[in-house]
């Protein structure tokens, strides 16, 4: 390794994150209503990007996200700030690409099997079924989940985003997601204070 | 006798491109002048104006007709004429839109677009310039050269089957089909024109002699005997009807052969934007 | 309310939107991946604002279709992928031979044959300069976002018209398929260039006519002109012609109407190049990682630039030689076996070093991997 090697630094006005899970899970979705509450509600720069053909179709599903309030040269993920995980499969197949320090979130009912005890857990597929009336939803309870724990996006931001997408009829199976999401995440925060 | 003839070439002098330098590129007696100029009378009795139409081809002998016409001219690549007539026609409807095209054209390099054509019914009048052979290349076999045949890729007679180009062209949905020879002057003139009328896709074929190369490989001898003997050989539709498959075998029915009424695709087309904008 | 135009848009449907804006009232494809969102966008828009769309057969029926649209008046495009690019080619060289503007996208993916149809590759750079036969000049874009790819596809259809020629959008599977937040131009904000008609009586019409500018007035089929168009080579008139005299001229028409105007077509953007001592030159989806490349290498105090070649043909001989005079080395990063390393070469002094960073995997080059580039010719 050469001179230059040793002191190039990873830029730090990128904040990158990967939505997995399996496909049908509704990630790729979930990552373009990231985008928009964040870069129309939020005016920040935003790149989303997926794995696209037959990975897609089934299998591990991803979907990044890479926000920066400068302009975003290179538009996928570089270092993940933030993994969500939503089997076990994805968390096994992207958990390398989180830096040290990055958050990992994770469906803890579906993944079993953990490479850290350094991560938030919540059972998104379960509390969309139970609370907010469809399995459809968990994608959104995590985008809430996401929100309050790392205050990238605002409640409103997020919520006008998530309508705006919402197939018609579901507005308010969406919004109780998003209240569940906020609300369990918070009472996870507190807990490990 | 002699003013009506004297009449009929001004006809033809009126739809010939005025700064076009003859003389064409057809060998003395192809059949192709032969529908070039009922074409002209059609169009003329019909009544449409040279500036309303288009007329497109693909390449070979029978293709370079358009170039001589008095009308938008379109001379387009071997056997995609069908192609850029929809993006003609699907981009300006007001155009009356004519395709001429030779068998190989139509039915080999282009066969794909010509069953397109057809099942998407658009207004477009093919006139498919059956001469058994590739003429421009030089008399090589094409996918209506008869069985046994000879041409100069089928040395030793052809092993192959062939289209029947109307049978193809009403299976693929087209709504008008016709078919007439060189010799049939009159009756041309009448198909071409009934045709041009109909909405949607329509199809002549036009049985036409290439004595240059099917004739001389296959001992037909000139153009005068070659049609000749499309008369010989041809069966008007409505007596057909009461022929035998062993009686007609080898014969060339002639006449209006199929006509449905369907909507054609343009207007359909219109129907939906009208809807999407809210017009309806 | 400025902020409605923040869209989160895909770079697919940005050419919908760049096409629309530039006038574009028909399409003719047939679907590819990874360009198939060009074909629904239009499927969906144009009837909304009485445009039209076809589904044909294949793509030589797509780029049939367009052409016939374009001599008919309307301005048009296809969106294709390597193998619907191949079958293309010919009718492309119809478009170069009898002078027709139409645009043509294509999603690159890699090759050959079927290749890697949900990968990325920037292996069909080449194939937009000389996939047609015979002699001719091509202008090709290469957008490296989302943003720029409205922007582009506008100046392609722009282009199209200021020279009659076919004009070809080289997108990669990146970029075509990431979303980004973009502002759309509104109406006035961007150039459109609209087709010149003949203003003479139709017999007087020349329609090659050897003019100063060697662009001809165009006129739509239905305006009374009754021109011939022929893929043969031909006179002014229009007319077939075998004669050496009209024959040379016809093609250095065709060469010359549009090298005059380089400058004109040239369309660069450089990143930290103010001193630099090595250049990363890349384009598409690759500039983008050179341009972060080039930021963190900067950021640890190596004097690094990059610039990225926003239209690839005509190759931008002197804006290069001139970009690069300064600089020792260059590294020339995309997704193919060196298409365009070749053509740096040729226009670089023998005495600037040229490496080159290929990747022909299915997979983007990383700033990553041309950060250890750099620390290795550094
Ligand atoms: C792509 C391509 N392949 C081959 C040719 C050569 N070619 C020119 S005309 C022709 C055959 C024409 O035959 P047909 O359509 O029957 O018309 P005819 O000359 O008999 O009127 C061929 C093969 C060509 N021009 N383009
Ligand atoms: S070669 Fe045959 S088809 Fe061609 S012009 Fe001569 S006779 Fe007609």
């Known amino acids: 390794m050469g001179a230059l090697l040793e002191k190039i630094k990873i830029p730090h006005d990128r904040f990158e994150m990967r939505l997995s899970g399996s496909g049908g899970q509704g990630m790729i979705l979930a990552a ?61 197949s992207y958990y390398p690409d989180l830096k040290e320090d990055g958050v990992l979130i994770v469906d803890d009912v579906l993944v079993t099997d953990f490479p850290t005890d ?51 009829g579901t507005a308010d199976k969406n919004k109780k997601a998003i209240e569940i999401g906020f609300r369990e995440a918070a009472r996870l925060k507190e807990k490990k204070g | 006798m002699a003013t009506a003839v004297k009449q009929r070439s001004d006809v033809i002098l009126d739809y010939i491109r005025p700064r076009k330098k003859f003389p064409s590129v057809w060998c003395a007696g192809c059949g192709n002048g032969i529908v070039m100029s009922a074409l002209i009378r059609a169009i003329e009795k019909a009544g449409y104006s040279k500036d309303g139409i288009a007329m497109l081809s693909g390449i070979g002998c029978s293709s370079r007709m358009p170039i001589y016409f008095d009308v938008s001219a379109l001379h387009t690549t071997h056997g995609r ?36 054509a057809c099942r998407r019914n658009i207004d477009i009048t093919a006139i498919l310039l059956n001469n058994y052979i590739y003429g421009m290349t030089g008399g090589q076999g094409s996918p209506t050269t008869p069985s046994e045949a000879f041409s100069t890729t089928t040395p030793y007679g052809n092993v192959e089957k062939h289209f029947e180009p109307c049978d193809l062209a009403a299976a693929a949905g087209a ?48 153009a005068v005997s070659m049609i000749n003997h499309f008369k010989e050989q041809s069966v008007p539709v409505a007596k057909s009807r009461k022929m035998s498959p062993e009686e007609l075998e080898g014969k060339i029915v002639t006449g209006k052969l199929h006509e449905v009424d369907k909507t054609e695709f343009c207007d359909e087309y219109q129907r939906v934007v009208d809807a999407v904008q809210g017009r309806n | 309310m400025p902020d409605k135009k923040r869209v989160l848009m895909q770079g697919n449907h940005a050419c919908v939107a760049g096409a629309i804006y530039a006038g574009m009232r028909f399409y003719a494809g047939y679907p590819i991946t990874p360009s198939t969102e060009v074909a629904e966008g239009c499927a969906r828009r144009l009837p909304e604002i009485g445009g039209r769309f076809i589904q044909m057969e294949d793509e030589i029926g797509s780029i049939a279709a367009v052409i016939g649209a374009s001599v008919a008046g309307l301005k048009s495009m296809t969106a294709t992928s390597g193998p619907g690019y191949s ?28 290749g890697l149809p949900t990968k990325v590759s920037q292996s069909d750079t080449m194939q937009a300069r000389w996939g047609t036969h015979g002699d001719y000049t091509a202008i090709a874009v290469a957008p490296s976002s989302v943003a720029e790819t409205v922007t582009e596809t506008i100046r392609a259809f722009n282009l199209s018209e200021r020279f009659r020629t076919p004009v070809t959008l080289l997108l990669d599977e990146v970029i075509g398929h990431m979303r980004e937040i973009i502002t759309l131009p509104e109406p006035g904000e961007c150039e459109v260039v609209e087709r010149v008609k003949p203003t003479c009586p139709p017999e007087q019409f020349i329609p090659f006519e050897m003019t100063e500018s060697l662009v001809n007035p165009m006129p739509a089929y239905g305006e009374g002109y009754r021109n011939v168009i022929t893929g043969l080579t031909h006179d002014t008139m229009g007319f077939t012609t075998n004669k050496p005299v009209e024959i040379a001229p016809k093609l250095d028409k065709l060469r010359n109407k549009i090298m005059r105007h380089v400058d004109e077509i040239t369309r660069l953007r450089t990143e930290f190049i103010d001193d630099a001592e090595i250049l990363f030159i890349s384009y598409g989806s690759v500039a983008r990682a050179a341009f972060q490349a080039a930021k963190i290498a900067r950021e640890a105090g190596a004097k690094v630039g990059a610039i990225q070649l926003q239209s690839i043909w005509p190759f931008p001989d002197k804006e290069l030689m001139e970009l690069c005079a300064r600089c020792r080395k260059v590294i020339v990063g995309e997704l193919n076996m060196g298409q365009v390393a070749i053509e740096v070469e040729r226009v670089l002094p023998r005495d600037t070093e040229v490496h080159t960073l ?14 250890e580039k750099l620390d290795e010719v550094l």
């Open chain 2, 175 to 222: 709504t008008f089909v016709g078919r007439t020879t060189v010799y049939h002057a009159p009756q041309m003139e009448k198909l071409l024109g009934d045709a041009m009328a109909h909405r949607g896709f329509s199809l002549v074929e036009v049985v036409s002699n290439c004595h240059t190369y099917f004739g001389r490989l296959n001992r037909q001898g000139d």
């Open chain 3, 358 to 371: 290929l990747r022909y995997d299915g997979e983007i080059l990383t700033p990553m991997q041309l950060l």
């Open chain 2, 81 to 116: 004429a069908l192609g850029f007539a929809t993006g003609v026609k699907f981009a300006r409807p007001e155009l009356k839109v004519i395709v001429i095209t030779g068998d190989g054209d139509a039915l080999a390099i282009g066969g794909n677009h010509f069953i397109h």
């Open chain 1, 32 to 92: 373009v209503i990231m985008g928009e509450a964040i870069g129309i509600g939020g005016k920040k720069n935003v790149v989303q990007s997926q794995s696209y053909g037959p990975e897609a179709r089934g299998g591990a599903s991803k979907s990044d996200v890479v926000v920066s309030p400068n302009e975003i040269f290179y538009p996928k993920a570089m270092r993940l700030d933030l993994l969500l995980a939503m089997t076990q499969e994805s968390l096994d």
């Open chain 3, 87 to 114: 079958l293309m080619v010919e009718n492309i060289g119809y478009a170069y031979m009898t002078e027709t503007p139409c645009v043509i996208i294509n999603v690159q993916r890699g090759g050959p044959s079927t």
């Open chain 1, 118 to 168: 350094k991560y938030y857990g919540l059972p998104f597929t379960r509390l969309a079924r139970e609370e907010a009336g469809h399995v459809m939803v968990a994608n959104v309870i995590a985008l809430a989940a996401i929100a309050e724990l790392t205050g990238i996006v605002d409640r409103e931001a997020l919520t006008n985003a998530v309508l705006n997408r919402a197939p018609r």
